[in-house]
């Protein structure tokens, strides 16, 4: 078995091996993964945070050992805090841009690491307090849908409660049905609170979207855009179209790190 990391600030993971093959999900800067198969230009590789799977390229990853992997595993290293930040190479100056939830490996006194490399990082660190998700999320608002998305310049519904859980301390799951497996059902509707995660269904019943909700039954969610609109126990009301465009499926509040 080998180990990898992503050492650039954003990389696209495709369901197949194939870079006309549709984006999955993304790496952020700093986060590890197993690497399952190799083929000519690319690695199918598991993401240790949330277990997903998909195709990199074998020019956008670092290869790690595994103690390496480990040691990234068991600690909780710092993630970043705003939505472009950078690194410097100390090495050559180089400037790396990431963006929030990028994960700074061995952070101490200003400085990470990736294996050898080392990197200066003078901006924000994300807070890890669940109280500052309104902060997190309301900052991303106009940032457009891209499917398979999870940074600030395109993001999808479940890569968007993923990241701003995230920036809180807390990790789920990458999809939103896996979302919804997670914490306490909320049967009545008057019973929600701002940061509960909002799940929606198609005509079959199987969720297809989630938002997170907000105070005054608002809830922000990516559709087309991230966007607040306003949440009813049937579903999201869209001021912009006068009518319910999502089912409501159920409500879950997580309390705990996944």
């Known amino acids: 078995m080998e180990y990898g990391i992503c050492d650039l600030g954003i990389v696209s993971v495709r ?11 993304q790496l952020l800067f700093g986060e590890h993964f197993k690497i399952i198969e ?3 230009n690319w690695i199918q590789i598991q993401l240790e945070k949330d ?25 909780d ?33 200003g400085n990470c690491r990736i294996r050898n490399k080392n990197y200066e990082y003078n901006d924000d660190i994300s807070s890890g ?7 997190y999320a309301r900052s991303l608002l106009n940032t457009p849908y ?41 049967d009545a509707f008057n019973n929600i609170q701002s940061g509960d995660l909002a799940f ?14 907000l105070d005054n039954n608002q809830i922000i969610h990516a559709s087309g855009k991230v966007r607040i609109d306003q949440l009813t126990k049937d579903g999201i009301y869209a001021n912009d179209f006068k009518k319910i465009t999502h089912k409501m499926h159920s409500i879950k509040r997580i309390h705990s790190k996944f």
């Open 200 to 213: 929606f269904q198609n005509k079959e019943g199987i969720i297809t979207h989630v938002g997170l909700i």
């Open 51 to 75: 277990q997903y799977t998909g195709w990199v390229c074998k020019k956008q990853y670092k290869e790690i050992t595994y103690e390496d992997y480990d040691n990234l595993t068991i600690n």
């Open 38 to 40: 190799e083929a000519q």
């Open 77 to 109: 290293f710092p993630v970043c805090g705003k939505k472009t930040a950078y690194l410097k190479d100390l090495d050559n100056q180089n400037m790396t841009p990431i963006s929030y939830g990028a994960v700074l490996p061995y952070f101490h006194n």
């Open 146 to 186: 891209l499917w398979g998305g999870k940074g600030p310049y395109g993001i999808d519904c479940s890569g968007f409660t993923q990241l701003i859980y995230n920036l809180c301390g807390i990790h789920i799951p990458r999809d939103a049905y896996q979302q919804a497996e997670l914490g306490d059902k909320i």
């Open 15 to 25: 369901a197949e091996g194939d870079d006309r093959s549709e984006i999955v999900t």
């Open 129 to 135: 307090n669940f109280n500052d998700h309104p902060k």
